[in-house]
């Protein structure tokens, strides 16, 4: 059943593809912005962005826009800015900055891309050991709830009826269902897709055995674990067997899904599976928006996924953008971005700043556990599951048409 998208671009490809969008997105942005700003001080920033945040920074990029120009008002400065956009799997994105793409902020899927960019990049065997880092190690720190203003998790969707009868994560690994979510490798839905269905699956089984999650971190619950760990490791094998198309990207796996008209069930954001139901191939003359194409599966349990965002200290010192970037991520905290945030179906960090409260009753109620809790980290979970010659590595064995 297994067949797979090519998930890399070779090494020309992805340079050529990279290097030819920034001159031509340079290009259009310059002759457009010269005579729309040509009697104010223009700034322009580029936030570096994972695949389904389009709807949401587009939207929010203008209200902070306005923002700035206001409060630069009041100082008796005339100051615009403008927020430039680049979106992709998170782990691809991470990869293009690590390779001199000039992002003033990073607003990817999972702290490990971010942590990357860092790591990789100091690494790297064209950058000298003396260079300064692109952000400061304890980035994460400096904003709050360990800079993740918006969370999300993984849901199902599936078409309308529910013809497979898809009820929770068990019901993916039967014969006749056919699975779409994009790779682990380049994307971070997918690592989230990957680390909730091992959770499920670890949770299952220690319930089987008189134990929960809780009990994960037990020595005397060790040897449950381990028996609960193989468990889970034979379910993940057994999940990916379904799983027809692997796209770069979850963006790509909803359109997969939705255009393509491949698959039984999407597995991926919380987000992008309301994104898809509320707003993508809807009834026009249905009031509510809601889909008359697909149904929203909630599990018994998922993860409580993310996503952080961070200022680049290299790029923002060299271009004089660090004041702009910092109250850029600040205002996702605001009411404003709260608000914006919910309405774009990621869950609010603080749900009392969400001025409009309809935006949050489309949230379903789901028992979430925590990377951490699981896991440990993103680094020993990228180690053991994720990096080369990790369990996905083991056991996603693609077939050969």
């Not at 193989?230 to 796209?247: E, G, N, W």
């Amino acid at each position: 059943m297994l067949s797979t998208q090519n998930s890399t671009l070779s090494r020309f490809s992805f340079y050529f593809y990279l290097y030819f969008s920034i001159l031509i997105l340079s290009i259009s942005t310059f002759s457009t912005l010269y005579v729309k700003y040509a009697n104010a001080d223009l700034i322009t920033i580029l936030n570096v962005s994972y695949d389904p945040t389009r709807e949401f920074y587009k939207e929010f990029n203008t209200q902070f826009e306005k923002y700035w120009e206001e409060n630069q008002k009041k100082k008796g400065i005339n100051q615009k800015v403008v927020i430039n956009q680049s979106h992709g799997g998170s782990g691809v994105q991470a990869r293009a900055i690590m390779s001199g793409l000039e992002a003033d902020v990073a607003t990817l899927a999972l702290a490990y891309d971010i942590d990357a960019i860092n790591s990789d990049a100091i690494n790297s065997k064209s950058q000298s050991q003396s260079q300064p880092k692109l952000l400061d190690s304890n980035w994460q720190k400096r904003l709050p709830y360990n800079s993740c203003p918006y969370t999300s998790t993984i849901i199902f969707l599936v078409r309308k009826g529910n013809p497979k009868n898809i009820r929770d994560w068990d019901d993916l690994i039967k014969n006749n269902v056919e699975v779409i979510m994009p790779n682990p490798k380049t994307s971070g839905a997918a690592r989230w897709n990957y680390l909730a269905a091992w959770g499920y699956a670890l949770n299952y089984k220690l319930a089987k055995l008189g134990g929960d999650l809780t009990k994960i971190s037990q020595p005397q619950f060790a040897p449950q674990v381990l028996e609960a760990e193989k468990y889970a490791k034979t379910f993940i094998t057994s999940l990916y067997k379904q799983v027809s198309v692997l796209d770069t990207g979850a963006r790509g796996s909803t359109t997969t899904f939705i255009n393509r008209n491949i698959g039984d069930v999407l597995v991926t954001w919380e987000n992008e599976v309301l994104l898809a139901f509320y707003n993508l191939n809807s009834d026009k003359s249905d009031k509510s928006g809601k889909s008359d194409k697909f149904e929203i599966v909630i599990p018994s349990i998922s993860i409580s996924a993310e996503p952080p965002v961070a200022v680049i200290d290299k790029v923002v010192d060299k271009r004089g953008t660090r004041a702009v970037a910092e109250a850029y991520l600040k205002y996702l905290y605001s009411p404003t971005g709260q608000t914006l945030a919910a309405k774009h179906f990621y869950r609010p960090i603080n749900n009392d700043y969400v001025t409009e409260k309809k935006y949050l009753q489309k949230f379903s109620k789901i028992k979430l556990f925590s990377l951490n809790d699981v896991f440990g980290d993103w680094n020993k979970a990228h180690k053991i599951h994720f990096a080369d010659k990790g369990i996905f590595d083991q056991i996603y064995q693609p077939q050969k048409k």
